[in-house]
C-alpha cells in the first residue's frame, strides 16, 4: 500500500510513498517512548538550544521547503516560503520566551505550587492545508517541556510528512519525532497504545469528534483544532477600504484553504453596496495560475475532491437561492483550478453557509442592527475565529466580546501568532495551541504541596 502525492497545478502524479507496515510503526512508536524518557530528563537549555537549531535549519531551507509545499499542495511560493520562515519565528519565539512560560506557580496563601512537566508521547494528526506550520505549532511547545511526538500526516503531502521529521533529526532530535504512514483505520489501534499519552488533531468536525471518542475510551487527554465559518463583521463606521483589502487578503490567502480564513462577510446595510463592489472588483483581479510564478496570487485546490466538493457547494447555493456575482465554475484546465467566487442573496441557513467549505467562495450578507451581526455572526456551529470592523474602537470591543469564538481580531483579519493562544469553541473543537496556554496544553500540572 501507498500514499501517492499528486501535483495540483498539473495534476500530475509526484511520487509515491509506502506505507508502514505494523511491525514498522511498532519500532517508530518505541522509539519516541525510549525518546520521551531521554528528552523529558534533559535540561530547559537543551531544549532550547535545540529548538534555536531547528529554527535555523528552517530559515536556511525556507525556500528549498517552500517549493515542496508549493508542488505538493499548491499555495503561492511565496506565501509557502513564508510558512516555513513563519515556523521559525515560532521555534524562536518558544527558545526565548518558553522556558518562562513553564516556570512554576506558587498558589498563594498555600504551601503549594504548580509545575509543567511532559506526558509523554503524543499523537498527532495533521492536515494538509498548513503542511510544515501545523505540524510544527504543535510540536515546538510539546518538545520544550519534554514530550515526544508520533506524527500521522496528511496523505497528499507525504514529501512534507519526511521532509519535517528529517528536519528534526537533522536539528539533533532524532529520537523526538517520527512520522508514520497509514490509514485511518490504524488510528484506533494507535490511540488505545498505551505508550501514547494524548492526542491532538486539527482537521475536520468528523474526525476530530471520532478520534475525540476514541481517547475518551482510554482516558486520554485530546487537544481539537476543527473547523471554522468565520465571520467578517463590518459595521456602517468602518475604514472601507481597509476592511476591503485585508477581508481580500484573508479570503484568498493559502489559496483560500484555511480554517480561520473570513468566509461570511456580514455588512451593515448602509456600506453594503460600496463594499461589496470594491470587493468583487478586487476579487477579479486577483491572477490565477502556476503558484511557483511570484505574481501568482492564486494557485489550485490542493486536491481534486476539493476541487468537486466547491463546484458542488457552489450549486446548492444557487439552488438555495444565492446570485453568483463572480466565479462560480471551476475552470478548464488540466490543475484543480477554481476561480474567485462572490455569492450573495443566501438565506442564512442554506447548507453551505452552514457548512465549511475550503474554496475561493465569498458569501456577503447584510445587516441592519448592531444587535442582528453579533446574532448572525453567532449562528453557526463553528467558533473558530471571527474580525469585527469600526472606528471606533470601544464599539468594536464590545462587538467582540459577544462572537461565540476562540479569537476574535479588530480591524485586522484572524491569524495565529506564536505569542498569543490560538483554537476554538463549540464545533471549531477545544484546547490551544501557541502562546502560554499553548505551552501547558501538554502538559502535567502538577501540584507539589508543602
Not at 283 to 311: E, F, H, V, Y
Request: hydrophobic share 40%; glycine share 10%; with cysteine.
Amino acid at each position: 500500500m501507498s500514499f501517492e502525492s499528486i501535483n495540483p497545478t498539473t495534476g500530475e502524479k509526484l511520487a509515491s510513498y509506502p506505507t508502514h507496515t505494523a511491525k514498522e510503526v511498532e519500532a517508530r512508536i518505541q522509539t519516541v517512548f525510549e525518546g520521551w524518557q531521554r528528552w523529558s530528563k534533559v535540561s530547559v537549555s537543551e531544549r532550547t538550544a535545540f529548538l534555536t537549531r531547528l529554527a535555523e535549519l528552517l530559515e536556511q531551507r525556507a525556500e528549498e521547503y517552500g517549493k515542496l509545499i508549493t508542488t505538493e499542495m499548491g499555495k503561492p511560493l511565496t506565501e509557502a516560503i513564508g510558512e516555513v520562515k513563519k515556523a521559525a519565528t515560532g521555534a524562536r519565539h518558544f527558545a526565548e520566551h518558553g522556558p518562562a512560560y513553564l516556570e512554576p506557580e506558587a498558589i498563594p496563601g498555600t504551601p503549594g505550587h504548580i509545575v509543567y512537566q511532559s506526558l509523554g508521547p503524543i499523537l498527532a494528526i495533521m492536515p494538509w492545508n498548513l503542511p510544515f506550520w501545523q505540524v510544527l505549532r504543535f510540536f515546538i511547545p510539546a518538545a520544550l517541556v519534554g514530550n515526544t511526538v508520533i506524527v500521522k500526516h496528511a496523505e497528499n503531502v507525504q514529501g512534507c510528512a519526511q521532509a519535517i521529521e528529517k528536519l528534526v533529526h537533522d536539528a539533533g532530535g532524532k529520537d523526538l519525532y517520527v512520522n508514520i504512514a497509514v490509514e485511518r483505520d490504524a488510528v484506533p489501534g494507535l490511540i488505545a497504545d498505551e505508550r501514547i499519552r494524548a492526542v491532538t488533531v486539527t482537521g475536520s468536525v468528523r474526525a476530530g469528534r471520532s478520534v475525540a471518542e476514541l481517547a475518551g475510551q482510554h482516558g486520554k487527554k485530546v487537544v481539537l483544532e476543527l473547523g471554522g465559518s468565520d465571520p467578517f463583521v463590518v459595521l456602517e463606521d468602518a475604514d472601507i477600504a481597509k476592511a476591503v483589502q485585508l477581508g481580500i487578503t484573508s479570503r484568498y490567502s493559502n489559496n483560500a484553504q484555511s480554517c480561520i480564513a473570513a468566509k461570511r462577510f456580514l455588512v451593515a446595510e448602509p456600506i453594503a453596496k460600496a463594499f461589496l463592489d470594491e470587493f468583487v472588483k478586487q476579487s477579479s483581479a486577483l491572477k490565477i495560475g502556476d503558484p511557483l510564478q511570484s505574481d501568482t496570487k492564486l494557485g489550485p485546490q490542493a486536491r481534486k475532491d476539493l476541487l468537486d466538493n466547491s463546484a458542488r457547494q457552489v450549486k446548492d447555493a444557487v439552488a438555495a437561492g444565492g446570485k453568483v456575482l463572480l466565479g462560480g465554475e471551476p475552470l478548464d484546465s488540466a490543475g484543480f483550478f477554481f476561480p474567485p467566487t462572490v455569492i450573495t442573496g443566501l438565506p442564512h441557513d442554506a447548507p453551505i453557509a452552514r457548512e465549511e467549505f475550503f474554496g475561493p467562495v465569498a458569501l456577503f450578507f447584510t445587516f441592519k442592527t448592531e444587535e442582528e451581526a453579533i446574532k448572525l455572526a453567532n449562528d453557526s456551529e463553528f467558533g473558530l475565529g471571527a474580525s469585527v470592523w469600526s472606528q471606533d474602537r470601544e464599539r468594536a470591543a464590545k462587538v467582540a466580546g459577544q462572537i461565540e469564538a476562540g479569537a476574535v481580531f479588530i480591524n485586522d483579519f484572524v491569524r495565529s501568532d506564536p505569542r498569543a493562544p490560538f483554537g476554538g469553541v463549540k464545533g471549531s473543537g477545544h484546547g490551544r495551541e501557541l502562546g502560554v496556554l499553548g505551552a501547558r496544553e501538554l502538559t502535567n500540572a502538577k501540584l507539589i504541596w508543602g
